[in-house]
């Protein structure tokens, strides 16, 4: 009997790869430490702590060092992220597209992020993604957060598919290192939280700076041998 073979697969970022969030981040994490009397930070500044894990980038940003208030700050980050500044998300310009084509040419799609889940799911169910997801999980729906490698690993066995058969897409130092930990390759997309010399220095494999780029990194890298004419369906919209 012939053993059924791994799913192809691509586990996503979700924060500066998918869904476009800086502007909601910055403004609920500025809201978040105003009200503890710290001053906001500048946007730059708050963006490039993206990286840290939630409690650790509140406490950086108010110069807080109790962990307490750290975790009540980061707390109320995502109420403010959930309610007041939601409307400042989006997706990137042509990633449903890329989407829907990923999954015509077979492809199992998850995400693994350092945001909260809850969060990640009502962003993609506001903008009609969800349906392109198998999994998605975020910082409270595993046991160890990126750039260990359990998360991406759990991610891979619940697609239905194999580390050699998978990539990983993101945007910064955390998840090239995540895949590295997992065994997978890894992506880099110009339109995050990262510059291109920078996602170069961190070893992603191979960056890309469309969703047309993005859709045939994908495909190549797992080893996809799509049907021509369901791949490229969605070429116009890509470009």
Partial sequence: MELTKPRFAVIFDHDGT???????VV????AAVVERGAKPGARERVVADMVYHTPERMGRLSGIDDQGTRDAM???FYELAATEFLDLA?????F????????DCGVAIGIVSNNRGSLIRRLLCRFELAEYFTVVYGEDDVAEKKPAAAAALQA???LGSSVDRCVFVGDSAPDVRCAEAAGMRAIGVEWGTT???ALIAHGFSRIVGSARE???AVLETIGVEADPTRRGRYSTVLE
């Fill in 27 to 30: 403004a609920s994490s500025n």
């Fill in 195 to 197: 510059s291109r010399d």
């Fill in 90 to 94: 989006r997706p990137y310009p042509a």
């Fill in 74 to 76: 980061a707390e109320r």
């Fill in 96 to 103: 449903p597209a890329a989407l829907r084509e990923l999954v």
């Fill in 156 to 158: 891979v066995s619940a």
């Fill in 214 to 216: 993005l859709v045939d």
């Fill in 18 to 24: 998918v869904i476009d969030s800086l502007e909601m």
